[in-house]
């Protein structure tokens, strides 16, 4: 069993940082798809950034390119989403998640239902 727990969202300017956290507990092995997603108010949810919990490759949607980095600190069991450059249609609530196997990170991007294991979410908003 896994356990993702998530902090570090808030409230922030456009333009402005933010660094989520997900700590994550339980078994997980290099293989495990890890990942953060979004769901805006109204919005279906969607990847944002995926990474292979023993590995260095790393996918991100289009709109975040550039602005968001997707990292992991295995000494901490814990995955991080550094948010730079934020803009109001970054507001969302972000959740991480973790799969015990994907096709590839580009896949499980686009397939967050495929998830077996969910952190509560935290909240980011972004004001103009």
């Known amino acids: 069993q896994v356990q993702l727990v998530e902090s570090g969202g808030g409230s922030v300017q456009a333009g402005g940082s933010l660094r989520l956290s997900c700590v994550a507990s339980?078994?997980?092995?290099?293989?495990?798809?890890m990942g953060w997603f979004r769901q805006g108010q109204g919005k279906e949810r969607e990847g944002v950034a995926t990474?292979?919990?023993?590995?260095?490759?790393?996918v991100y949607t289009e709109s975040v390119k550039g602005r968001f980095t997707v990292s992991r600190d295995n000494s901490k069991n814990t995955l991080y989403l550094q948010m730079n450059s934020l803009k109001p249609e970054d507001s969302a609530m972000y959740s991480c998640?973790?799969?015990?196997?994907?096709?590839?990170?580009?896949?499980?991007?686009?397939?967050?239902?495929?998830?077996?294991?969910w952190g509560q979410g935290t909240q980011v908003t972004v004001s103009s």
């Open positions: 990474v292979y919990a023993g590995g260095s490759s790393t």
């Open positions: 998640a973790a799969a015990k196997s994907c096709a590839t990170l580009g896949w499980f991007l686009r397939h967050p239902q495929e998830s077996d294991y």
């Open positions: 339980g078994s997980i092995s290099r293989s495990t798809c």
